[in-house]
């Protein structure tokens, strides 16, 4: 089954405790993004990656770091987590369709910061 | 960067009726302009799409309008139902999508009965 898909799914963490959220798919897609969704902003792009090792920022990058080691994994890095990152989080993945690349959502994660 | 305003961010109708949710964008380079649907507790999910070179689209009772010159494009939902109760946003990309989407802030689509 194509999917994308996030661990954990929820998370309730302690301010400055270091965190990795996980994305995987299995669809081949070269191109991922990550977004935050928070009430009454929409979804926020963080950071995305158009192929291996090849990175860059979205409009809220300040506090994420990610990595692209694999074509299938993305994952978010929090070093520091602070409660303004609290948030539900969507990974992504797109594949070019009728000239268009078709973002494809992960499940979310959700995660608050005390 | 890319900005796009959505209105309005709730939107009451009768079941039957049509909806209208309009989007403006500030970059004239944005050519690809998807909507999606999001149910609570669920993910975003693409339910119409239009590029640039394109001024409207239909998929059955979901239609999308595209005016480049004026930076505004649309979603009409003709014969609402139950179901169609979510929130929906618009979003634009100047590379169909390829380095992500930049979002509006969403409307909330309540279908009354």
């Known amino acids: 089954e194509a999917q994308v898909t996030q661990n954990p799914r929820y998370l309730i963490t302690v301010t400055g405790k270091k965190l990795t959220v996980t994305c995987s798919q299995n669809?081949?897609?070269?191109?991922m993004s990550w977004y935050r969704q928070d009430p009454g902003l929409g979804l926020r792009q963080i950071y995305y990656s158009m192929n291996v090792e090849v990175t860059d920022k979205g409009d809220v990058p300040e506090g994420y770091k990610v990595s692209r080691k694999e074509k299938r994994n993305f994952p978010l890095i929090l070093e520091s987590p602070s409660p303004n990152q609290t948030s539900l989080y969507f990974c992504a993945s797109s594949f070019l369709s009728n000239r268009a690349y078709e973002q494809y959502f992960g499940p979310g994660t959700r995660l608050t910061v005390t | 960067g890319e900005n796009v305003e959505q209105h309005p961010s709730t939107l009451s109708v009768q079941e039957g009726d049509s909806a209208v949710i309009k989007c403006t964008y500030s970059?004239?380079?944005?050519?690809?302009f998807p909507w999606y649907k999001q149910e609570l507790g669920k993910r975003p999910q693409l339910i119409i799409d239009?590029?640039?070179?394109?001024g409207e689209k239909k998929d059955q009772r979901i239609a999308v309008t595209l005016n480049k010159t004026a930076k505004h494009f649309s979603l009409h939902i003709t014969e609402t139902q139950p179901e169609d109760s979510a929130v929906y946003f618009c979003?634009?990309?100047?590379?169909?999508?390829?380095?992500?989407?930049?979002f509006g802030k969403g409307t909330h689509l309540i279908i009354q009965p």
């Open positions: 970059d004239s380079a944005s050519n690809y």
């Open positions: 979003a634009a990309s100047r590379r169909g999508g390829a380095d992500g989407l930049t």
């Open positions: 669809m081949n897609h070269e191109y």
């Open positions: 239009i590029r640039s070179n394109v």
